[in-house]
């Protein structure tokens, strides 16, 4: 069984940064695909992107191409968002999430919440202008 909790969220000024982590443990799977997800109040939650866990294939919305980054360590165990030149767009609630997917699902799936078996609580960011 696979737990995930994100970390790092917080208040920045617009063309600031931040960066995201989510710490998975009960992660024995080699092969998943790992998404990152937002939430705005009175918005459906949106796919901002992810990593494929067996060989880091990443996949990004339209909205935060070049911008944001997203990345795991050694071990897979921890994907992070590095999010620069925020906007007050970005305001949201961040959530990671996980499933066992193939390569070419976790890039089509990127922005389908639904698929995603695994969810962390989520980690609150506000841009301010």
């Known amino acids: 069984q696979v737990q995930l909790v994100e970390s790092g969220g917080g208040s920045v000024q617009a063309g600031g940064s931040l960066r995201l982590s989510c710490e998975a443990s009960g992660y024995t799977a080699s092969s998943f695909c790992m998404g990152w997800f937002r939430q705005a109040p009175g918005k459906e939650r949106e796919g901002v992107g992810t990593i494929y866990t067996a060989d880091g294939m990443l996949t990004y919305a339209d909205s935060v191409k070049g911008r944001f980054t997203i990345s795991q360590d050694n071990t897979k165990s921890t994907v992070s968002l590095q999010m620069n030149s925020l906007k007050p767009e970005d305001t949201a609630m961040y959530y990671c999430?996980?499933?066992?997917?193939?390569?070419?699902?976790?890039?089509?799936?990127?922005?389908?919440?639904?698929?995603?078996?695994?969810w962390g609580q989520g980690t609150q960011v506000t841009v301010s202008s």
């Open positions: 999430a996980a499933v066992r997917l193939t390569r070419a699902s976790c890039r089509f799936y990127y922005n389908s919440p639904g698929v995603f078996a695994y």
